[in-house]
């Protein structure tokens, strides 16, 4: 019989808004210009990324790391058993499988 470990993994939600909000001004964009590559409506929804108030979708998540050249765990932070740090792939599609 083989043991697992069982992983208790979470979002951080601060982290990944100072990601989203870092990456953005290292690429010198405003929030103007990523509202209009994502054809939103208003600022609110890249705001509220980067304030930690939402997380992006999957599919947001997937057009940012495309658009700041990163991969998605580059954007994402995440905890592991309490503790911060990058998931290894099969994780993170773990993770996401289960949502």
């Known amino acids: 019989m083989q043991n697992f470990h069982?992983?208790?993994?979470?979002?951080?939600?601060?982290?990944?808004?100072?990601?989203?909000?870092?990456?953005?001004?290292?690429?010198?964009?405003?929030?103007?210009?990523?509202?209009?590559?994502?054809?939103?409506?208003?600022?609110?929804?890249?705001?509220?990324?980067?304030?930690?108030?939402?997380?992006?979708?999957i599919d947001n998540l997937v057009v940012l790391a495309t658009l700041y050249n990163v991969q998605i765990e580059d954007v994402l932070a995440f905890s592991v058993n309490g503790e911060a740090g990058r998931l290894p792939a099969y994780l993170i599609y773990l993770f996401f499988t289960k949502l």
């Open 6 to 57: 069982s992983f208790d993994v979470t979002i951080d939600s601060k982290e990944t808004a100072r990601r989203i909000k870092q990456l953005r001004l290292q690429h010198h964009l405003s929030i103007s210009d990523v509202q209009e590559i994502f054809s939103f409506e208003s600022e609110r929804g890249i705001r509220y990324w980067e304030s930690g108030k939402r997380i992006p979708t």
